[in-house]
């Protein structure tokens, strides 16, 4: 980007008529080739959180669910003491039948028995009744419940082997404890010395529940979910934060305004768009354009039934009909007599 002035001494940021789609397009995929495919892991967090060029593929696809989700939680009051940092993450630690209990299953029989274990509970601080209680409210009619201190016998009738199973993996990924899609959260410090929880998973809506999270501060890599909860200004700046971070993690210097401009096209339509062809690409109302990127022929026979026009106002259709594009001196279209003696 260029700042010039001009006859009154205004500064203006760029110059008119600038490319600054190419400009953009050229800032942030020439460096994102030379970027790595490593991930790394957060202390003591399974998820490996991608970095690098997937996780950059991610943003501008505008994935549903990024592949590692990962929650950054503060909390209202700084605490000094670790030990309560580590209680609050202790409850928002989200638990599983399966995490507690062993299952087996008599095909034979249609049964499926649950052996709770009473010290993995003890530890958790869970109570067995309620755990008793849980399993209940998910029972369907035809299937019967029969238990005795940390076993639940599950009887069903004739009910398919294939279902069996089914319901078996649904009991198993029965929620116990915790926060749904929160999981092994960790306690550590922010470059300012703060304590922050950072834990694997999502799930904004619920943790802002908990009085000790502080909901103005505290975070996720899910764009989407910050587009569905906070709209799509958030979900705008998210792009940008995401963006940057990323390739400042792999020491790439790209202006913020670049990242700016791709996340201001990403969103300026009301909601998060991918770049791709089911995104800002496939939805250029330039025919040419459309067709350059991807499925021409779709393109051009679709444009073909519906009799649509190309008025050949972008850059891409001019380019491929050989004529100058409307940027720079291209831009400007001026005609003058010019008397001849």
Known sequence: MTRNVDKDKKDIMITPGEGVGILT????????????????????????????????????DAKKKPKKPVVMIYLKEKYKDMKKVEEIAEKIDEVLLKDVAKFSEDFRKRQILIRIDKDEIRQLKIDLIGIKKKIKAELGPNIKMKHKGEKVLLITKDMPLRMLRKFTNKMKNLHIKGVKGINKPVVTKDENGEWLIVAGGSNLTDLFKFEDVDPSRSTTNDIMEIYNLFGIEAARNAIVNEMYTTMKIQKVNVDIRHICLLADAMTVEGEVVSVGRHGLSGR??????????????????NAAINGEEDRLRGVTENILIGQPVPLGTGLVKLTMKHETK
């Open 25 to 60: 397009a050229h800032s942030i995929g020439e460096p994102g080739t030379q970027m790595t495919m490593r991930t790394f892991h957060l202390p003591g967090v399974v998820e490996a959180v991608p970095t690098g060029l997937p996780r950059l593929i991610e943003i501008v």
């Open 284 to 301: 250029k109302p330039s025919v040419l354009a459309r067709a350059a990127f991807e499925e021409t022929v779709k393109h051009l026979v």
